[in-house]
């Protein structure tokens, strides 16, 4: 199965600072790269993700480069803003593999934007 | 609107008393998957159904149980809680698009065994 690795557990940044969190996954057949983000007391949701023919993706402040070879992809803040504040989540996924229902999160990084 | 609901939100119960967590998504999705959700342990998967009557173990089965009879409804059953099955529960659902796998998850069932 995937083994998951998130990095570093807890973040802790001043507003207006970037933020860089890496996931490390060990499945060479993943081809489907999701952050998800989770406000405190909400579900968890889906904000950026990346293919794996893509080697990077923006979305106005965040933005996923992805390096297959080295088999880790990482989530990049800028201008960080308290409601950045959060638990962040990787998954790294084979879509197109006959067993993508066994999904593995990594154990998510706490980031706090201080004002 | 497209939403995972379920149900109950909140819920204390004693060890041993059987119970069930229902599921429901309204977007057609032949994938759902429960969850569970504890301190520095991340969101690990219990268990998933990939269509009607097809579902496998997560990484932490033990002590829960499953059905997919219908494709909008996944049911969470703990036959005989226990103080450890004590967590933050999501269910989620998703349309395989071949390269795509975003996770919609319900709002989450914070249950307490004790």
């Known amino acids: 199965g995937e083994n998951v690795e998130q990095h570093p557990s807890t973040l802790s940044v001043q507003e207006g600072d970037s933020a860089v969190i890496k996931c490390t996954y060990s499945?060479?057949?993943?081809?489907?790269f999701p952050w998800y983000k989770q406000e405190l007391g909400k579900r968890p949701q889906l904000i950026i993700d990346?293919?794996?023919?893509?080697g990077e993706k923006k979305d106005q402040r965040i933005a996923v480069t992805l390096n297959k070879t080295a088999k880790h992809f990482s989530l990049h803040i800028t201008e960080t803003q308290p409601e950045d504040s959060a638990v962040y989540f990787c998954?790294?996924?084979?879509?197109?593999?006959?067993?993508?229902?066994?999904?593995?999160f990594g154990q998510g990084t706490i980031l706090t934007v201080h004002p | 609107e497209a939403q995972v609901t379920q149900n109950p939100r909140y819920l204390i119960t004693v060890t041993g008393k059987k119970l069930t967590v229902t599921c429901s998504q309204n977007?057609?999705?032949?994938?759902m998957s429960w969850y569970r959700q504890d301190p520095g342990l991340g969101l690990r998967q219990i268990y998933y159904?990939?269509?009607?009557?097809?579902?496998d173990k997560g990484d932490v089965p033990e002590g829960y149980k499953v059905s997919r009879k219908e494709k909008r409804n996944f049911p969470l059953i703990l036959e005989s809680p226990s103080p450890n099955q004590t967590s933050l529960y999501f269910c989620?659902?998703?349309?395989?698009?071949?390269?795509?796998?975003?996770?919609?998850f319900g709002q989450g069932t914070r249950l307490t065994v004790v």
């Open positions: 998954a790294p996924t084979n879509a197109g593999g006959t067993s993508y229902g066994k999904l593995t």
């Open positions: 499945d060479s057949a993943s081809n489907y």
């Open positions: 977007m057609n999705h032949e994938y």
């Open positions: 989620a659902s998703s349309l395989r698009t071949g390269w795509n796998t975003e996770a919609f």
């Open positions: 159904s990939m269509n009607v009557e097809v579902t």
């Open positions: 990346i293919r794996s023919n893509v």
